[in-house]
Nanobody, 130 residues
Framework: QVQLVESGGGLVQAGGSLRLSCAASGRTFSSYNMGWFRQAPGKEREFAAAIRWSGGSTYYADSVKGRFTISRDNAKNTVYLQMNSLKPEDTAVYYC???????????????????????WGQGTQVTVSS
């Protein structure tokens, strides 16, 4: 069982930055691949970024590539999402999610599939004003 708690959301002007954190309970954090998803009002949840259990591979949606950076600190049981050059269209509730690690081949083909993640946080609101 893994419990996830996000923090770091807030209101920021376009062009600004925020860093989201997701703290995980338990002593097996390094056994999980981690993802960040987001859901804007009236839209379906969408993938934003993901990172393998080792931190060795990262993945991004085209809409955030070059602006967002995902990282993790397994010693602190925490995954981060650094968001720079924020745009109004980045406004959403951001969720972190965890899934038990798998082969690199499988994860590299399925990292953006929300239904494969086993645990979810409660979400943190990010609002970007124009």
């Amino acid at each position: 069982q893994v419990q996830l708690v996000e923090s770091g959301g807030g209101l920021v002007q376009a062009g600004g930055s925020l860093r989201l954190s997701c703290a995980a309970s338990g002593r097996t954090f390094s056994s999980y691949n981690m993802g960040w998803f987001r859901q804007a009002p009236g839209k379906e949840r969408e993938f934003a970024a993901a990172i393998r259990w080792s931190g060795g591979s990262t993945y991004y949606a085209d809409s955030v590539k070059g602006r967002f950076t995902i990282s993790r600190d397994n010693a602190k049981n925490t995954v981060y999402l650094q968001m720079n050059s924020l745009k109004p269209e980045d406004t959403a509730v951001y969720y972190c999610a965890a899934r038990i690690r798998s082969t690199s081949t499988y994860y590299s083909a399925t990292y953006d599939r929300s239904e494969l993640y086993d645990y979810w946080g409660q979400g943190t609101q990010v609002t970007v004003s124009s």
